[in-house]
């Protein structure tokens, strides 16, 4: 009896040991996608601030013209950009600096639901003076940030259609 129980046990563990032509197939696939998951298209930080300078100008056109509605859109996508960043780029050692202008965002979507074109314009230049700290902070003083001078786009109205 003993000898037919340790034959069993070294066919079990045996059997346990095989690797499973099932497993090295998963594997293969697995291999495969991230192979093409290591491929796939990630924009860098300097995408992703263009397009937070694209609703920087956005931004000021709207509040100017009492477009609370494209302000407070403009202003989510800011808060978007900044998530995708801290999300995408965050191998990037500028990148835990960029919190820092989040309570300039919060002052500009206070002076939003206020409706208030006086604290709007005070809040874009808290904003804009914080983007130029960050730059400062990361060694990216060149890049100054002002406020805009002419539309970033000439064929989006700015005024609210509402009014």
Known sequence: MKGVFYWFLVFILTACNRPNRDAR????????????????YKP?????????????GKLWFAGNAGNWGLSGFESKELREAIDDIQSY????????????IKPALDS????????????FKSSFVLLTNTCNNCHKVTKHEFNVVQIPSAPPFTNQAYQNSAN
């Open 44 to 56: 860098g930080l300097g995408e992703f601030m263009l397009g937070m300078q694209i609703h920087h």
């Open 89 to 100: 780029c965050s191998d990037r050692p500028e990148v835990v600096s960029i919190p820092m």
């Open 25 to 40: 197939s998963i594997q293969s696939q697995i291999d495969s996608l991230q192979r093409k998951l290591n491929q796939t």
């Open 108 to 119: 500009m979507d206070a002076a939003i639901s206020n409706k208030s074109i006086s604290r």
